[in-house]
């Protein structure tokens, strides 16, 4: 029976770990940068690991990106079976026992880090951030997605398509736009404002295609 890690890389390749409040210090000393992270917004529907269940969210959930086309933790070094950061690694990777799961399932969904707490100190990032979440917020597209799929043949239907497409657009334009004025770099673009509507609206069986049909 296992009793201690044996760093087997198994957890690692099953995807990046939810960061907490202990996490903190780990952003702020640049030991994961902004590039290697990525939100799951407030309502955005998730995978809760623990429940086994798709469910909305009730806070930001920052996460550690996966590699491109893999579940892999971007930390995960394949070649050498190790994780990169394990002297500094996050608190879930810290109190995962594969064999004994009791400490995970117990602070797996409490303090988690959220943007606020790391950026609210920082106005104009912040007033972005806030900016694009009173436009794009899961909640208005989860209330427009539910008429669209529930009044399909009448003018309520009609509006909240039109109300949809503005938010899409919306979420399209200011990504590119803050990307375009040199505020944003694109590799941080997923951790300051979440994954693009286009990726995550299969969640609310949307499916909305930009104008050259992606």
């Given at each position: 029976m296992i009793e201690n890690c044996i760093r087997c890389g198994t957890c690692c390749k099953k995807g990046g770990p939810s960061l907490h409040r202990n996490d903190t210090e780990l952003v702020e000393n640049g030991?994961?940068?902004?590039?290697?992270?990525?939100?799951?917004?407030?309502?955005e529907t998730a995978f809760d690991n623990v429940k086994g269940?798709?469910?909305?969210?009730?806070?930001?959930?920052?996460?550690?990106?996966s590699k491109k086309k893999s579940q892999e933790c971007i930390f995960f070094d394949q070649r050498e079976?190790?994780?990169?950061?394990?002297?500094?690694?996050?608190i879930e990777c810290r109190v995962l026992k594969c064999w004994?799961?009791?400490?995970?399932?117990?602070?797996?969904?409490?303090?988690?880090?959220?943007?606020?707490?790391?950026?609210?100190?920082?106005?104009?990032?912040?007033?972005?951030?806030?900016?694009?979440?009173?436009?794009?917020?899961?909640?208005k597209v989860r209330h427009f997605a539910k008429d669209v799929n529930t009044e399909a043949v009448n003018k309520k239907s009609d509006s909240a398509v039109e109300k949809i497409l503005d938010i899409f657009q919306y979420d399209l334009s200011?990504?590119?736009?803050?990307?375009?004025?040199?505020?944003?770099?694109?590799?941080?673009?997923?951790?300051l404002f979440g994954r693009p509507l286009?990726?995550?609206?299969?969640?609310?069986?949307?499916?909305?295609?930009?104008?050259?049909?992606?």
């Open positions: 030991i994961i940068l902004a590039k290697h992270l990525y939100t799951i917004r407030k309502g269940v798709l469910i909305p969210t009730a806070s930001d959930i920052i996460k550690i990106k079976n190790r994780c990169k950061i394990y002297a500094k690694r996050p004994d799961t009791r400490e995970i399932e117990r602070i797996y969904s409490k303090n988690r880090l959220v943007r606020k707490e790391l950026f609210f100190k920082i106005k104009w990032l912040w007033e972005l951030i806030e900016m694009h979440e009173e436009k794009c917020s899961y909640e200011f990504r590119s736009l803050v990307v375009e004025k040199g505020y944003i770099k694109p590799d941080m673009l997923d951790f286009l990726q995550t609206q299969k969640i609310f069986g949307l499916k909305v295609k930009q104008r050259d049909g992606n």
